[in-house]
């Protein structure tokens, strides 16, 4: 039987190649984004997934056609930079409503078809900064540490059901997510602390693994029935993953600001 799988955040990075990835596996894929960019072999839907009607308006139209969604990938979101003092508030509630709630406008919306069929598969975009908080990087951390607790506390409430959820923690990928980073721009109290860190982040993503890759690594996750409810991707991410449960919280911390904090 050929899937039927969802993607929202689908035009670009790493959404538009996990899309590509799971056509490639012979799914029949939609993509759901504010702005169409045509992709041979996937069919795009116009939603703000900050829009809950939107989404139900997309997500009924696929059940229309094909009658079933077995796949989910909530891969929606951006990124903010700043100190958290500097940050207007309006920026953080942003970060959240896309991130956060997002993508659980998605889950909800597609959580009652695959209750119905007993079998689904749900995966959210988190990252490495969702167990690693990241200095002013602050609120997207927190939205990533929410989606791995969502997940966590989801997975417990579908599984008798048959549907099984699990977060992805990437690290540094090369995609587009970089250049559409929103930066509240840094005081002199701070001392060019804020400059340093998003310079080194960013170019730490401008050398990380690409984006093809890691939707070569989510579409996989996403074909399995079940996993771990976190993964973590590439090798050094696992590393980090398994140290932040290891080591003592003020130690991780600590490296983590020597990282970039200074």
């Not at 490639?24 to 703000?48: F, I, M, N, W």
């Not at 508030?89 to 709630?101: G, I, K, M, T, V």
């Not at 840094?186 to 170019?203: K, L, Q």
């Not at 991707?233 to 990282?259: D, E």
């Amino acid at each position: 039987m050929t899937k039927v799988a969802v993607v929202t955040g689908g035009s670009g990075g790493i959404g538009r190649c996990t899309a590509a990835a799971l056509r490639d596996a012979h799914c029949r894929v939609y993509e759901l984004s504010r702005h169409e960019k045509p992709q041979e072999g996937v069919v795009h839907l116009t939603a703000d997934v900050t829009d809950e009607a939107q989404v139900r308006a997309a997500v009924d139209e696929i059940l229309s056609r094909e009658g079933r969604i077995d796949i989910l990938v909530c891969n929606a979101g951006f990124g903010i930079s700043g100190a958290a003092e500097l940050t207007p508030p309006a920026d953080a509630h942003a970060q959240l409503e896309l991130n956060l709630f997002g993508a659980d406008n998605a889950c909800r919306a597609v959580i009652p078809a695959m209750r119905s069929q007993r079998a689904g598969r749900i995966v959210c975009m988190s990252s490495i900064a969702g167990i690693l908080p990241i200095p002013f990087q602050l609120w997207y951390s927190v939205s990533k540490a929410a989606i791995n607790a969502y997940v966590l506390a989801l997975q417990n409430e579908v599984r008798p059901f048959g549907i099984s959820v699990c977060a992805v923690m990437p690290g540094d990928i090369r995609s587009g997510f970089t250049a559409a980073r929103r930066k509240t721009p840094e005081e002199g109290a701070y001392g060019g602390r804020v400059a340093r860190s998003v310079a080194r982040m960013e170019r730490d993503e401008e050398t990380g693994m690409s984006a093809e890759s890691a939707a070569a690594y989510v579409a996989r996750l996403a074909l399995m029935r079940r996993s771990a409810p976190l993964k973590a991707l590439a090798l050094p991410y696992k590393a980090a993953a398994a140290a932040a449960k290891l080591l003592p919280r003020r130690l991780t911390n600590y490296i983590i600001g020597l990282m970039y904090a200074k």
